[in-house]
């Protein structure tokens, strides 16, 4: 009797902040069209009802029979969802409104939280990296995000309010290590729509910096015109505008998260 083998799994990192635009979405996207971009294989999964990691990609989630949702109790039908991006690399399971009703229909399941997790569980040994961007709560979808993954991004936005609902995500992510899954650690926290010229932002870099003394990227993502722009063309930021700041950092956090390995010390 001998077990199949079955090669290396994939670095699972969810990118997950409670609060809505911060730039989850945008780290996700970029973050794995980087990491494509250094030839690494890469999933990109959609795990947010409004699919806005999926549009911004040119996938809208109307038009694909097949999606998050329709496989999420369907393990086995997986690779019928996944779709090749124009990015080499670079794959999405794209994400649609359906999804709303997982949230719901998923709370009286047996083992609730761990549904996206045997779902992914299927190819993640096709990928080097699978990247998952969340919606905006810490509800069962979250939950779901952060039991399938073994690192935990966290993009903080460069604001005045930046730190609050870090520690309940803390909570949550500490909560979710003891009692559903022990394999989560902190991959990091990225700073993003940072801006230079404005004294509000350097102070949230020093703050956060002090919360955060080991977890902290030293890449920091700028406010740049060009990553937001990049999603109405259906593209990231590499294949928008190379040259933009805004593909220079994401390039630039693409090889520190390559580089970057985490423990659960
Ligand atoms: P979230 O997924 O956390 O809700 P998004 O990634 O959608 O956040 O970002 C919120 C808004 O801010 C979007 O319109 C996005 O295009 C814009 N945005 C995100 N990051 C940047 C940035 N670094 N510079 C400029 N605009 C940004
Ligand atoms: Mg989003």
């Given at each position: 009797?001998?077990?199949?083998?079955?090669?290396?799994?994939?670095?699972?990192?969810?990118?997950a902040?409670?609060?809505?635009?911060?730039?989850?979405?945008?780290?996700?996207v970029?973050?794995?069209?980087?990491?494509?971009?250094?030839?690494?294989?890469?999933?990109?999964?959609?795990?947010?009802?409004?699919?806005?990691?999926?549009?911004?990609?040119?996938?809208y989630?109307?038009?694909?029979?097949?999606?998050?949702?329709?496989?999420?109790?369907e393990?086995?039908?997986?690779?019928?969802?996944?779709?090749?991006?124009?990015?080499?690399?670079?794959?999405?399971l794209?994400?649609?409104?359906?999804?709303?009703?997982?949230?719901?229909?998923?709370?009286?399941?047996?083992?609730?939280?761990?549904?996206?997790?045997?779902?992914?569980e299927?190819?993640?040994?096709?990928y080097?990296?699978?990247?998952?961007?969340?919606?905006?709560s810490?509800?069962?979808?979250?939950?779901?995000?952060?039991?399938?993954a073994?690192?935990?991004?966290v993009?903080?936005?460069?604001?005045y309010?930046?730190?609050?609902?870090?520690?309940?995500?803390l909570?949550?992510?500490?909560?979710?290590?003891?009692?559903?899954?022990?394999?989560?650690?902190?991959?990091?926290?990225?700073?993003?729509?940072?801006?230079?010229?404005n004294?509000?932002?350097?102070?949230?870099?020093?703050?956060?910096?002090?919360?955060?003394?080991?977890?902290?990227?030293?890449?920091?993502?700028?406010?740049?015109?060009?990553?937001?722009?990049?999603?109405?063309?259906?593209?990231p930021?590499?294949?928008?505008d190379?040259?933009?700041?805004?593909?220079?950092?994401?390039?630039?956090?693409?090889?520190?998260?390559?580089?970057?390995?985490?423990?659960?010390?």
């Amino acid at each position: 009797f001998q077990l199949e083998s079955e090669g290396p799994v994939a670095r699972r990192i969810v990118v997950a902040n409670q609060k809505g635009g911060v730039g989850k979405t945008t780290t996700s996207v970029n973050l794995a069209a980087s990491l494509a971009v250094m030839e690494k294989k890469v999933l990109l999964v959609d795990c947010d009802p409004q699919g806005n990691a999926s549009s911004g990609l040119g996938y809208y989630p109307a038009d694909q029979r097949e999606n998050i949702y329709s496989v999420l109790f369907e393990p086995t039908k997986i690779r019928k969802a996944i779709i090749q991006t124009g990015v080499p690399f670079l794959d999405i399971l794209p994400g649609t409104q359906d999804l709303v009703g997982a949230e719901i229909e998923l709370v009286d399941k047996f083992g609730r939280e761990y549904f996206l997790r045997e779902l992914l569980e299927q190819v993640d040994n096709e990928y080097d990296f699978i990247i998952i961007d969340c919606p905006p709560s810490l509800g069962l979808l979250t939950v779901n995000a952060l039991c399938s993954a073994n690192e935990m991004l966290v993009p903080l936005q460069c604001e005045y309010y930046a730190l609050e609902g870090i520690a309940q995500l803390l909570m949550t992510y500490e909560l979710v290590r003891k009692r559903l899954n022990p394999d989560l650690a902190i991959l990091g926290v990225v700073l993003t729509m940072y801006d230079s010229r404005n004294r509000l932002s350097w102070q949230v870099k020093n703050e956060v910096r002090k919360a955060f003394p080991q977890h902290l990227f030293e890449t920091i993502i700028p406010r740049n015109v060009r990553l937001s722009e990049a999603p109405s063309f259906g593209k990231p930021v590499i294949n928008y505008d190379i040259k933009s700041k805004g593909a220079e950092a994401y390039l630039a956090l693409a090889q520190e998260v390559e580089r970057s390995t985490t423990s659960n010390g």
